[in-house]
Every structure is written in C-alpha cells, then in structure tokens.
C-alpha cells in the first residue's frame, strides 16, 4: 500500500513562487512513476508533471514547461513541485499521484495511488 500525504499548497499572487511536497509512505524502488495532477475548479483533472522514479526522466504539460519543475528526493522519500511565475490559472486542488506499472507517464487514468491534495489559489 502506498501513502501519498500533500503539503505546501496557499493562497498567492500572480508572478510569485510555491514549492508542492509530496510525502511517500511506499518504499520508492516499487514505483514506476510518480505525478502531479491538478483540478482546476469546475474541470476536470488534468497532468501536470511526472517522473520516473528509477532514471529522473521528467515530462510536463505544455501549459507548465519553463515554470514547473518535478524533482524528488530518494532519501527523503519525497516528491517536490516548484511552481514559478504562477498565473491565476494554475488555480486548482493539486494532487499527488504513484503508479506500479511502466506506462504512458501522462495517462493519469492508470496512477493507482493519490493523496488528499493541496489548494494552491493565485489571485490576480
């Protein structure tokens, strides 16, 4: 069983920073990839970023590259999310997501474990 416990989420400005932290309960070397995956309010839960745990490949939406960047921390058994240059679309509840299986990093569908989520809010 994988736990995945979100913190770090605010209320911030246009243009500033926040860095999302994600807590895995899991020994790491059973994961594939981890992600993080936001719901902007009324919509539908979109990809944001992923990793692949064993070789540090990353991938991101379009709609983040150049202002998001995914790392982890092994010893720590932690997943981090730094958001730059944030626009009041990056509104959303962000979450955290794990998955066992090699796969489509994007495909969200296929991420077995989520955590609770974090609201990051970015006023104008």
């Known amino acids: 069983q994988v736990q995945l416990v979100e913190s770090g989420g605010a209320l911030v400005q246009t243009g500033h920073s926040l860095r999302l932290s994600c807590a895995v309960s899991?020994?790491?070397?059973?994961?594939?990839?981890l992600a993080w995956v936001r719901q902007p309010p009324g919509k539908e839960r979109e990809f944001v970023a992923g990793?692949?745990?064993?070789?540090?490949?990353?991938y991101y939406a379009d709609s983040v590259k150049g202002r998001f960047t995914i790392s982890r921390d092994n010893a720590e058994n932690t997943l981090y999310l730094q958001m730059n240059s944030l626009k009041p679309e990056d509104t959303a509840v962000y979450y955290c997501a794990a998955r066992h299986d090699a796969g489509t990093i994007y495909a969200i569908q296929h991420y077995n474990y989520w955590g609770q989520g974090t609201q990051v809010t970015v006023s104008s």
């Open positions: 899991s020994r790491t070397f059973s994961l594939y990839s």
């Open positions: 990793i692949i745990w064993t070789d540090d490949f990353t």
